[in-house]
């Protein structure tokens, strides 16, 4: 049986360095997430690429047979828990490892359905790569505004999708504006080509700009938008980009 850590006190390293996870600066700094949720962290469990690093657990937890066996657990206090359980789940909490992005070089022809990703908002993230994963997209380049993949709300968001969709990162979506790299992307934005009318090349990188900040104007960039009966009420980044990738997908059923 695994050794057990009680941890009582806010001074503690170990507590400290949990804390810095909640933000995307510690986990790029430590190179490790928070994972809450029940059926979540029992998926988790079964990902052979996921490396489960440690198991923090309430006091009032004593079963102990559906968690990792290779994980260090601790016991924590319950005000410490619950400063680290956000999402109120009263269950363990896993600290899992933060796989390695590579850089995309976007002056390079897409490969396949390719998504880029400038948004900020934990929530949008996580429910827009839910719905990558669901409609098989080939990567996700995240931009430079974009919040950390790993951030808890977009882990619990993503109901998990990110440890399984391919990702990388790129440059800011400023940088965007040369024509290597305006040549292989088509924008999702209120105005442009109404997309029902459209042949989607199986090969393209789709951008869907950040909610109320929109896409740069950029010259020379094709944009597509989706017609609504009520145009006043925009539709959320995250229902726009689903609406996209199911039209993309009206072509091309097959990755």
């Known amino acids: 049986m695994n050794q057990r850590y009680t941890i009582s006190s806010r001074q503690n390293s170990h507590f400290k360095r949990w804390v810095s996870l909640l933000d995307s600066q510690g986990i790029k700094r430590h190179h490790l997430c928070l994972v809450s949720g029940n059926k979540l962290r029992k998926e ?34 319950h005000s410490l828990f619950q400063e680290l359980d956000v999402f109120g789940t009263k269950e363990p909490l896993l600290v899992c490892g933060v796989p390695e992005m590579s850089r995309r070089d976007l002056s390079q022809a897409p490969n396949g359905l ?18 990558c994963r669901a409609f098989d997209v080939q990567t996700v380049v995240l931009l430079q505004e974009a919040v950390h993949p790993f951030h808890p709300k977009v882990i ?29 992307i088509t924008a999702l934005d209120l105005h442009g080509t109404n997309m029902s009318t459209v042949q989607w090349s199986k090969h393209v990188r789709l951008l869907i700009g950040e909610e109320g900040v929109g896409i740069p104007p950029f010259q020379f960039l ?9 145009p006043s009420i925009p539709l959320n980044a995250t229902v726009a980009g689903s609406i996209a990738l199911y039209a993309y997908r009206q072509h091309h059923s097959q990755p």
């Open 114 to 131: 390719e998504v880029l990703c400038p948004i900020g908002d934990p929530g949008n993230l996580g429910a827009l790569l839910r719905c």
């Open 222 to 230: 094709e944009r597509l938008c989706i017609p609504q009966i009520h």
């Open 44 to 77: 988790i469990g079964t990902h052979s690429g996921v490396n489960v690093h440690e198991i923090l657990l309430p006091p009032w937890w004593t079963s102990r047979d559906d968690l990792p066996s290779q994980a260090l657990q601790y016991d924590l206090s």
């Open 156 to 184: 619990r968001a993503s109901s998990g999708a990110v440890f399984v969709q391919s990702l990388e990162w790129a440059g800011s979506i400023t940088d965007l504006d040369a024509p290597e790299t305006l040549q292989w």
